[in-house]
């Protein structure tokens, strides 16, 4: 059979019709062949015969043809142009025979759809003609069934005229209570509620009351779709009497469930309903043996009865059960669910499983994982975030690693959400995102390197455990290797670059940042690296000559007096002199970072591994260490002021006066800044932007050199270096050297590097031989670091202040001690050039004056906000160098309207502090959610039942 | 309401497809992929229900085929399974403990039954005797014998 002769004629001759192949033989060869090619060769071989057969004048060879064509296009997905299947299917609906009208019926309903619409009109008569009960014969009954399955099918729905011409036919079927009837009438309905509701409507609301189980239970089926969320509920509240009475007197699960449904969206458009059901959902709740029920009374109560308190207490203790099914992860999944449309209003009585649904954070089933987790962060408030984030992150590491991120994402973005208000303890935030960063699976680097960096502009008080958090990050080189973890080095880099004045131990900090392993880093945080070391050194260098012109050579007495401690570091300090054996141990480095051999120690390393690196070809690293030995160069004369001690007055002086200028480069502090601050000042008038821009460019070359970022800070005034400056207790070193002293192999040998200068002392590398007495003293020094955390964290201690955008405490506090010029350079500069050359004549200060009428409109606020701009608009230039990759988006007002955050917001929060911040996003929310309510069909529906 | 119905075998072929919401040909076709690829790999003690694209799709495996329904968010899952579980013993019965073969060489005849239980997304015949009666009354009818004997022929 299967070798079919090709016909030479186009019309189908006796023989084709004859040695037809069936659909058997159809299949049969489809699966003699299943690679995709043998089969792909079969499907083009069996559409070229259908091609053929489906134009026989002869009905039975049509619907064999047909017949395979539906087939092959439903399941195969042949490229079936829809023409031929589509005309042979409408002549077919024709035929006398039920078994061919039951074919082009299949036919129809699969392939139809709505890109191929263009045939179905010429349906609409023949499906007419079926409905209508003149058809008499015995197979009038199945007749009509077909018809209504292709009227309820998408493609009829889709098209546009066929409901507004069956719709009719419809009634007298609805009337006998036929279900696939009523099915067919939800779907017209659907299709064209302005056409058909008026018809439909009635009729369909009258089978709900129908005697006959399946009529009413389709009715309700049909009565649930109508009503399902897109749509709005309010048209079918007239309903509620008979979907009452369905409710208390079925037997029929199917009819129950509906019936549920429909009223779970009815109950909060009528409150008096909600009183009247309760009963009998309770009744269903406590009665039903079916889980299907049971589960969908349990959707009601706790989505539509959330007042009625004994009903959700019943739901609940049912979810529980649910919960502790051991063997069904059916129900499993949907206890929690259940619980997850808990309102806040249940929040402890979620709180009260907590054990059961923290167990199924280990289930093997993905979706259970997930919505245990999304209960648990559901559950998160002030009081337990310490437990639940302790108790999510010991999860991560038993996790797979796609669940161990999202368990990080979800911990990240609930303690981050509004600005960290929900953590209290910032000491603990930080050692849990330095926690999380070495986890396993961390993929979440991004976000948790932007946190820590967010944490520290925000929070002052958390900086020293930032910094020390920082520092163990940063000296455990296994940790170089992860490339989810960049950002976080990065970050971590930052902050014990700018932080550097809470650093116990900065030579131990420089070693950590130039650590051999460095070279795996990406080049934006290769840069961020030597930007910190730039920051540490010349913070190092400060205290040094400070110290140098404060007690000239008391230093030195007070070196001689720690010295004795150690014999080796004494042996070295005596050898310090000799240039040959600078032997500088790094015991006695560490003793007091501020020494003059520290520093040296801390030079040679620089120029050692820094020094290289100004030929890299990456324009961010070789600027940064062009930077940073131009520093160490100009600084070298530290050398000879040793030998000289204070030989004469001149040259400390000039060095003092060098390194404090370093000094007041990076002293400035920087905090978070709006997103939307730039929005927030008014252009002046007169300004075209694109009609002067072209003057611009000759500034713009001048100092391209400072990468746009995407950060922006404004400077407020930072104490005084020396009153933070706590004792630096020598932690003595760490890891980092335990683990320079076992794979000293793969740490570079400094001092072989070809182009270090001649003249200066050739750096050692005698850490591994001579630290034995500091690895005693840092064992010691480090559980005394642990017994003084643990202290800490157990201490109660009120919440340190988080520094956010646009409170009125913020801005109070920044107010008095922002000593921020009120006209800076640089801007009013801009400013000029952007008014063009006739502006010049105003001056900047009028300008702002502007800028200060637009708030004044605006805002009662206005000085506040000024301030604020005016800080914004005159960030030092001496700042402008400074540059992360970090992207600082979290800032509260992201999202919102730039027009409704321009003052407005800041009012409404003055009056109602940190609620406000709620009610505005519930008024948000709101907003959004009542918008979508409104759509045209309602209205007619509405109009028809009045 | 079930806005499609898919039957797919253990090595990802297509035994039955049923839309009841209007999508196109390509939409199909990636549907097809992503489900098998989403429900195939799922083992054997998991949970009935994948949540897709704001759906649900709800399985269950019998010998060698799954048996996939797509329902909305709210519809109620336990309904959807015993609604599969219905078809399945329907199928049983018609052709005495069904398998994959049946369904691959009865393909319209599946479709009929499934026709019977569902329309427009909807259980409309809850009743197994009643499917089984009126699938065999459109098999008893003279005129499909008739038919079928002179296209078999």
């Known amino acids: 059979m299967a070798s079919t002769p090709p016909a030479p004629a186009v019309a189908p001759s006796l023989v084709d019709t004859l040695f037809q192949r069936s659909l058997n033989d159809l299949v049969k060869s489809l699966r003699a062949d299943p690679s995709a090619a043998g089969e792909a060769a079969a499907v083009a071989r069996a559409l070229s015969e259908i091609h053929r057969e489906i134009r026989a004048p002869d009905a039975a060879t049509k619907s064999v043809a047909l017949q395979k064509l539906a087939y092959l296009s439903s399941l195969h997905f042949a490229p079936v142009g829809s023409h031929p299947l589509a005309f042979a299917a409408i002549e077919l609906l024709a035929s006398p025979h039920l078994p061919h009208k039951h074919l082009a019926y299949l036919a129809a309903s699969l392939s139809l759809h709505p890109a191929s619409l263009s045939l179905l009109p010429l349906a609409t008569h023949q499906l007419h003609k079926d409905l209508s009960p003149s058809a008499g014969a015995a197979h009038q009954q199945h007749v009509s069934a077909l018809a209504f399955q292709l009227l309820a099918s998408p493609a009829a729905t889709a098209a546009p005229d066929l409901p507004v011409h069956l719709a009719h036919d419809l009634v007298q079927h609805l009337a006998r209570g036929s279900p696939r009837a009523i099915a067919a009438a939800a779907r017209v309905i659907a299709a064209s509620p302005s056409a058909a509701v008026p018809v439909l409507f009635k009729p369909l609301a009258a089978c709900l009351a129908s005697p006959d189980p399946r009529a009413s239970t389709a009715a309700a089926a049909a009565f649930c779709d109508l009503s399902a969320p897109p749509a709005d509920a309010t048209p079918f509240l007239p309903l509620a009497p008979d979907l009452y009475n369905l409710l208390t007197t079925s037997r029929s699960n199917w009819a129950l469930i509906k019936v549920l449904k429909v009223f779970a969206r009815l109950a909060p458009l009528e409150p008096r309903l909600a009183a009247r059901i309760v009963d009998p959902v309770c009744q269903l709740l406590t009665r039903s043996s079916a889980m299907s029920l049971t589960f969908e009374c349990i959707r009601t109560v706790l989505t539509a009865l959330p007042a009625h308190d004994a009903a959700v207490r019943l739901a609940i203790g049912k979810a529980k059960e649910f919960i502790a099914a051991a063997d069904d992860p059916n129900l499993r999944y949907l206890g929690l669910l259940a619980l997850g449309m808990l309102g806040p209003a249940y929040a402890s009585t979620v709180n009260d499983c907590r054990d059961a649904i923290a167990k199924s954070l280990g289930d093997a089933d993905t979706n259970i994982r997930q919505e245990a987790l999304h209960l648990i962060m559901g559950m998160v408030n002030e009081n337990n975030v310490v437990d639940i984030a302790g108790m999510l992150i010991s999860h991560v590491a038993k996790s797979d690693p796609e669940f161990a991120n999202d368990i990080l994402g979800a911990v990240l973005a609930a303690c981050g959400h509004n600005v960290y208000e929900m953590v209290v303890d910032f000491d603990w935030y930080v050692s849990l995102l330095a926690d999380m960063a070495r986890t396993l699976h961390c993929a979440q680097g991004d976000e948790i390197g932007r946190q820590l960096v967010d944490v520290g502009l925000r929070v002052q008080d958390a900086r020293p455990e930032l910094v020390r958090s920082a520092r163990t990050l940063l000296i455990d080189p296994a940790l170089l290797g992860n490339h989810f973890l960049f950002p976080v080095l990065s970050a971590a880099a930052w902050i014990s670059g700018e932080y550097v004045d809470l650093t116990k131990d900065p030579v131990e900090l420089v070693e950590a940042l130039l650590q051999p392993r460095t070279s795996l880093l990406p080049i934006s945080v290769r840069a961020v690296y030597i930007h910190a070391v730039f920051k540490v050194i010349t913070w190092c260098f400060s205290v040094y000559v400070g110290r140098l012109g404060d007690s000239g050579m008391a230093m030195d007495v007070m070196f001689d007096r720690l010295a004795p401690d150690q014999t080796v570091s004494l042996d070295s300090n005596v050898a310090l002199g000799s240039g040959e054996e600078q032997d500088i141990g790094a015991s006695t480095v560490r003793k007091d970072p501020f020494s003059h051999e520290s520093i040296l120690y801390m030079i040679d390393l620089i120029q050692t591994t820094v020094g290289p690196l100004i030929n890299c070809n990456e324009v961010e690293v070789q600027e940064r260490a062009h930077n940073l030995i131009g520093f160490v160069h100009l600084v070298r004369e530290i050398q000879e002021l040793n030998k000289r001690k204070v030989a004469d007055g001149d040259e400390p002086s000039r060095l003092k006066e060098l390194v404090k200028t370093m000094r007041t480069v990076f002293c400035q502090e920087l905090g978070p800044v709006s997103v939307n601050a730039q929005m927030k000042v008014a252009p002046p008038d007169g300004l075209i932007l694109n009609e002067n821009l072209v003057e611009l460019a000759g500034m713009v070359s001048e100092d391209d050199t400072t990468p746009s970022t995407s950060i922006f800070f404004y400077p407020c005034s930072r104490h005084s270096v020396d009153t933070r400056d706590e004792p630096a207790v020598s932690i003595g070193s760490s890891s980092l050297s335990e683990h320079r002293k076992r794979h000293g192999l793969f740490y570079l040998q400094t001092g072989k590097t070809e182009d270090e200068p001649n003249d200066y002392p050739q750096a050692n590398d005698s850490l591994p031989s001579s630290s034995n007495n500091s690895v005693i003293n840092d064992d010691k020094s480090k559980t005394a670091e642990l017994v003084f955390a643990g202290k800490k964290s157990t201490a109660t201690k009120s919440r340190p202040k988080v520094v956010k955008l646009d409170t009125e405490d913020f801005l109070s506090s920044v107010m008095p001690s922002a000593n921020v010029p009120k006209e800076d350079p640089l801007s009013g500069a801009l400013r000029d050039v952007l008014l063009g050359s006739d502006a010049k004549a105003l001056s900047s200060q009028r300008a702002s004056d502007i800028n200060l009428e637009g708030m004044l409109n605006k805002t009662s606020s206005n000085e506040s906000s000024s301030h604020l701009i005016e800080n914004l608009g005159s960030y030092p230039a001496s700042r402008s160098s400074r540059t992360t990759s970090k992207q600082q988006n979290d800032d509260k007002e992201k999202g919102t309207n730039p027009r409704e955050s321009d003052g407005k917001e800041p009012r409404k929060h003055r009056s109602s502090g940190r609620s406000g911040h709620r009610q505005g996003k519930h008024k948000h929310r709101e907003k959004s959610s009542t918008q979508p309510d409104t759509i045209p069909q309602a209205s007619v529906i509405q109009d028809f039942l009045l | ?153």
């Open chain 2, 1 to 153: 309401m079930i806005n499609f119905v898919l039957l797919i075998s253990r090595q990802g072929k297509v035994r039955l497809t049923k839309w009841y919401s209007p999508y196109t040909q390509k939409e199909r076709t990636k549907i097809i992929r992503e489900l098998s690829g989403l429900i195939l790999t799922r083992g054997p003690k998991l949970c009935n229900f994948v949540e897709w694209r704001g759906y649900k799709v709800i399985y269950r495996r019998y010998a060698s085929l799954y048996f996939c329904m797509c329902i909305d968010a709210d519809d109620n899952e336990l309904e959807v399974l015993e609604i599969i579980h219905h078809f399945v013993e329907i199928l049983d019965r018609y052709f005495g403990s069904v398998c994959e073969l049946d369904l691959i060489f009865n393909f319209h005849k599946a479709y009929y039954i499934l026709d019977e239980i569902l329309i427009a997304g909807e259980l409309q015949e809850s009743s197994k005797k009643n499917v089984a009666r009126l699938i065999a009354a459109q098999a008893c009818n003279p005129h499909i014998w008739l038919t079928y004997l002179f296209v078999f022929a």
